[in-house]
Protein backbone atom coordinates (compact mmCIF):
# COMPACT_ATOMS: atom_id res chain seq x y z
CA UNK A 1 0.00 0.00 0.00
CA UNK A 2 2.47 2.33 -1.23
CA UNK A 3 0.62 6.21 -0.23
CA UNK A 4 0.94 8.71 -2.90
CA UNK A 5 1.42 12.57 -2.86
CA UNK A 6 -2.45 13.75 -2.33
CA UNK A 7 -3.40 11.57 -1.35
CA UNK A 8 -6.16 10.91 1.12
CA UNK A 9 -4.41 9.59 4.15
CA UNK A 10 -5.54 7.13 6.56
CA UNK A 11 -5.08 8.31 10.47
CA UNK A 12 -1.94 7.07 10.40
CA UNK A 13 0.41 10.07 9.99
CA UNK A 14 4.08 8.20 9.39
CA UNK A 15 4.37 5.12 7.09
CA UNK A 16 8.19 5.44 6.92
CA UNK A 17 10.90 5.25 9.35
CA UNK A 18 13.93 7.03 9.30
CA UNK A 19 13.51 7.78 5.20
CA UNK A 20 14.51 3.94 5.01
CA UNK A 21 13.73 2.87 1.42
CA UNK A 22 13.84 -0.86 -0.20
CA UNK A 23 15.30 -1.57 -3.34
CA UNK A 24 12.09 -1.51 -5.21
CA UNK A 25 11.24 2.15 -3.59
CA UNK A 26 8.97 0.99 -0.96
CA UNK A 27 8.71 3.27 1.71
CA UNK A 28 5.78 1.94 3.59
CA UNK A 29 7.10 -0.06 6.91
CA UNK A 30 3.92 -1.60 7.83
CA UNK A 31 0.88 -0.68 5.74
CA UNK A 32 -1.05 -2.96 7.32
CA UNK A 33 -1.76 -0.77 10.27
CA UNK A 34 -3.75 1.20 8.75
CA UNK A 35 -6.83 -1.16 9.46
CA UNK A 36 -6.23 -0.91 13.03
CA UNK A 37 -8.60 2.22 13.83
CA UNK A 38 -11.36 0.95 12.07
CA UNK A 39 -11.43 -2.13 13.46
CA UNK A 40 -11.12 -1.09 17.19
CA UNK A 41 -14.03 1.64 15.87
CA UNK A 42 -16.42 -1.13 14.56
CA UNK A 43 -15.16 -3.83 17.88
CA UNK A 44 -16.48 -0.89 20.17
CA UNK A 45 -19.79 -0.79 18.30
CA UNK A 46 -20.33 -4.07 18.24
CA UNK A 47 -19.48 -3.90 22.43
CA UNK A 48 -21.54 -1.14 22.90
CA UNK A 49 -24.92 -3.54 21.14
CA UNK A 50 -23.10 -6.34 23.78
CA UNK A 51 -23.30 -4.20 26.39
CA UNK A 52 -26.78 -2.62 25.72
CA UNK A 53 -27.98 -5.99 25.36
CA UNK A 54 -29.29 -5.38 21.70
CA UNK A 55 -27.08 -8.05 20.61
CA UNK A 56 -29.51 -10.77 23.05
CA UNK A 57 -32.73 -8.67 22.96
CA UNK A 58 -33.32 -7.44 19.72
CA UNK A 59 -31.95 -8.86 16.33
CA UNK A 60 -34.17 -7.01 14.35
CA UNK A 61 -32.50 -4.56 15.46
CA UNK A 62 -28.69 -5.29 14.35
CA UNK A 63 -30.51 -6.18 10.98
CA UNK A 64 -31.83 -2.45 11.04
CA UNK A 65 -28.80 -1.01 11.77
CA UNK A 66 -27.11 -3.28 9.04
CA UNK A 67 -29.49 -1.34 6.40
CA UNK A 68 -28.83 1.53 7.91
CA UNK A 69 -25.14 1.10 7.23
CA UNK A 70 -25.68 -0.24 4.26
CA UNK A 71 -27.81 2.55 2.76
CA UNK A 72 -24.99 5.15 4.18
CA UNK A 73 -22.80 3.01 2.22
CA UNK A 74 -24.83 4.20 -1.02
CA UNK A 75 -25.24 7.72 -0.12
CA UNK A 76 -20.94 7.47 0.34
CA UNK A 77 -20.67 6.05 -2.96
CA UNK A 78 -22.78 8.83 -4.65
CA UNK A 79 -21.08 11.49 -3.32
CA UNK A 80 -23.78 12.58 -1.10
CA UNK A 81 -21.92 12.65 2.23
CA UNK A 82 -20.00 16.07 2.29
CA UNK A 83 -17.91 15.25 5.68
CA UNK A 84 -15.90 12.29 6.82
CA UNK A 85 -15.50 11.05 10.55
CA UNK A 86 -12.74 12.51 12.39
CA UNK A 87 -9.26 10.52 11.94
CA UNK A 88 -11.06 7.90 10.20
CA UNK A 89 -12.32 8.47 6.27
CA UNK A 90 -16.00 7.25 5.47
CA UNK A 91 -15.73 4.75 2.58
CA UNK A 92 -13.55 2.77 4.94
CA UNK A 93 -15.66 3.55 7.99
CA UNK A 94 -18.55 2.02 6.12
CA UNK A 95 -16.94 -1.00 4.78
CA UNK A 96 -15.41 -2.27 7.61
CA UNK A 97 -18.62 -1.80 10.13
CA UNK A 98 -21.01 -3.12 7.36
CA UNK A 99 -19.08 -6.46 7.16
CA UNK A 100 -18.89 -6.61 10.92
CA UNK A 101 -22.64 -6.30 11.41
CA UNK A 102 -23.84 -8.91 8.52
CA UNK A 103 -21.69 -10.84 10.44
CA UNK A 104 -23.10 -10.19 14.26
CA UNK A 105 -26.69 -10.53 11.96
CA UNK A 106 -25.88 -13.99 10.79
CA UNK A 107 -24.72 -15.35 14.09
CA UNK A 108 -27.92 -14.17 15.34
CA UNK A 109 -30.49 -14.82 12.72
CA UNK A 110 -28.25 -18.18 12.35
CA UNK A 111 -31.89 -20.33 13.17
CA UNK A 112 -33.51 -18.89 9.96
CA UNK A 113 -30.99 -18.28 7.03
CA UNK A 114 -31.14 -21.36 5.06
CA UNK A 115 -27.81 -22.08 3.86
CA UNK A 116 -28.14 -23.60 0.00
CA UNK A 117 -25.70 -23.99 -2.87
CA UNK A 118 -28.20 -22.61 -5.24
CA UNK A 119 -28.41 -19.03 -2.97
CA UNK A 120 -24.47 -19.35 -2.58
CA UNK A 121 -24.18 -19.69 -6.49
CA UNK A 122 -26.59 -16.83 -7.05
CA UNK A 123 -24.67 -14.88 -4.47
CA UNK A 124 -21.29 -15.78 -6.17
CA UNK A 125 -22.85 -14.31 -9.63
CA UNK A 126 -23.82 -11.00 -7.68
CA UNK A 127 -20.28 -10.59 -6.32
CA UNK A 128 -18.78 -10.99 -9.15
CA UNK A 129 -20.49 -8.81 -10.82
CA UNK A 130 -20.51 -6.33 -8.63
CA UNK A 131 -16.38 -6.48 -8.85
CA UNK A 132 -17.25 -4.75 -11.88
CA UNK A 133 -17.98 -1.33 -9.98
CA UNK A 134 -16.25 0.99 -7.98
CA UNK A 135 -17.14 -0.46 -4.84
CA UNK A 136 -18.62 -3.70 -4.67
CA UNK A 137 -20.31 -3.85 -1.16
CA UNK A 138 -22.89 -1.38 -3.40
CA UNK A 139 -24.41 -4.64 -4.84
CA UNK A 140 -22.91 -7.58 -3.00
CA UNK A 141 -21.98 -6.68 0.68
CA UNK A 142 -25.04 -9.33 1.46
CA UNK A 143 -24.57 -11.81 -0.88
CA UNK A 144 -20.50 -11.86 -0.25
CA UNK A 145 -21.63 -12.59 3.69
CA UNK A 146 -23.87 -15.68 2.56
CA UNK A 147 -21.09 -16.94 0.78
CA UNK A 148 -18.79 -16.54 3.56
CA UNK A 149 -21.64 -18.29 5.81
CA UNK A 150 -21.63 -20.95 3.45
CA UNK A 151 -18.20 -21.53 3.16
CA UNK A 152 -18.03 -22.02 6.97
CA UNK A 153 -21.21 -24.25 7.13
CA UNK A 154 -20.80 -26.61 4.05
CA UNK A 155 -17.56 -26.88 2.70
CA UNK A 156 -15.96 -29.94 3.79
CA UNK A 157 -12.93 -28.42 5.95
CA UNK A 158 -12.73 -28.46 9.46
CA UNK A 159 -10.08 -28.33 10.90
CA UNK A 160 -9.89 -25.77 14.17
CA UNK A 161 -6.05 -25.12 15.40
CA UNK A 162 -5.97 -24.30 18.42
CA UNK A 163 -3.38 -21.26 17.52
CA UNK A 164 -4.60 -18.99 15.08
CA UNK A 165 -1.83 -17.47 13.39
CA UNK A 166 -4.03 -15.11 10.29
CA UNK A 167 -3.67 -11.57 12.11
CA UNK A 168 -0.26 -11.92 13.40
CA UNK A 169 0.66 -12.90 9.92
CA UNK A 170 -1.44 -10.16 8.45
CA UNK A 171 0.75 -7.66 10.50
CA UNK A 172 3.90 -8.85 10.58
CA UNK A 173 4.34 -10.33 7.22
CA UNK A 174 5.02 -6.50 6.17
CA UNK A 175 8.15 -5.55 7.94
CA UNK A 176 9.10 -9.22 7.33
CA UNK A 177 9.41 -8.43 3.52
CA UNK A 178 10.24 -5.25 3.48
CA UNK A 179 13.46 -6.16 6.30
CA UNK A 180 14.04 -8.70 3.67
CA UNK A 181 13.51 -6.27 0.83
CA UNK A 182 16.71 -4.48 2.63
CA UNK A 183 19.02 -7.50 3.27
CA UNK A 184 19.29 -8.72 -0.41
CA UNK A 185 16.96 -11.84 -0.61
CA UNK A 186 14.89 -10.17 -3.45
CA UNK A 187 17.60 -11.24 -5.66
CA UNK A 188 16.94 -14.72 -4.49
CA UNK A 189 13.62 -14.62 -7.01
CA UNK A 190 9.88 -14.60 -6.05
CA UNK A 191 9.60 -17.99 -4.93
CA UNK A 192 12.45 -18.53 -2.30
CA UNK A 193 11.44 -14.95 -1.12
CA UNK A 194 7.62 -16.12 -0.38
CA UNK A 195 8.41 -19.10 1.47
CA UNK A 196 11.59 -17.63 3.51
CA UNK A 197 9.04 -14.69 4.78
CA UNK A 198 6.29 -16.16 4.82
CA UNK A 199 7.99 -18.87 7.62
CA UNK A 200 9.78 -15.79 9.28
CA UNK A 201 6.08 -14.20 9.70
CA UNK A 202 4.88 -17.07 10.63
CA UNK A 203 7.05 -17.67 13.27
CA UNK A 204 6.38 -13.96 14.30
CA UNK A 205 2.58 -14.69 14.00
CA UNK A 206 3.00 -17.72 16.44
CA UNK A 207 5.19 -15.53 18.88
CA UNK A 208 2.42 -12.70 19.01
CA UNK A 209 -0.35 -15.77 19.71
CA UNK A 210 1.71 -17.30 22.59
CA UNK A 211 2.67 -14.34 24.27
CA UNK A 212 -0.03 -11.64 23.24
CA UNK A 213 -3.54 -12.60 21.63
CA UNK A 214 -3.90 -15.79 23.99
CA UNK A 215 -3.78 -14.51 26.78
CA UNK A 216 -5.45 -11.64 25.65
CA UNK A 217 -8.20 -13.95 24.27
CA UNK A 218 -8.53 -15.86 27.72
CA UNK A 219 -9.43 -12.58 29.28
CA UNK A 220 -12.49 -12.54 27.36
CA UNK A 221 -15.42 -13.82 29.99
CA UNK A 222 -13.48 -13.14 33.20
CA UNK A 223 -15.10 -10.79 36.11
CA UNK A 224 -13.61 -8.10 37.98
CA UNK A 225 -12.21 -9.58 40.95
CA UNK A 226 -13.77 -7.37 43.30
CA UNK A 227 -16.92 -8.93 41.73
CA UNK A 228 -18.94 -12.00 42.63
CA UNK A 229 -20.21 -15.05 40.13
CA UNK A 230 -23.44 -12.01 40.44
CA UNK A 231 -22.07 -9.31 39.52
CA UNK A 232 -22.36 -7.67 43.19
CA UNK A 233 -19.58 -6.44 45.53
CA UNK A 234 -18.33 -9.58 48.44
CA UNK A 235 -19.20 -8.29 52.16
CA UNK A 236 -15.90 -7.10 53.79
CA UNK A 237 -16.81 -9.47 56.45
CA UNK A 238 -17.89 -13.12 55.40
CA UNK A 239 -19.31 -14.70 57.95
CA UNK A 240 -17.63 -18.04 58.64
Known amino acids: MAVRAGERRPA ?14 ETVFDGSLWTLQYEAFCYA ?9 VLRRSRWGVLALCAAVWVAVLLEHAGLVPFDVPLLANDQLLR ?14 ADVVPVRGLWALLSAAVVLAGSFLPDYR ?10 CVYGMVRLPLRWTPSW ?17 LLSGAGTL ?7 ISLALALALAALSWVTVEGPALRLKDARPPVLGSSGTAPPRHPQP
Open 138 to 147: VVGALCFAYL
Open 189 to 195: GPVPFVL
Open 96 to 109: FLLVFLLGAAAFLF
Open 45 to 53: VVGLLGVTA
Open 164 to 180: DLSYGLYVYHWPVQLLL
Open 12 to 25: VLQYEIAGITAGNG
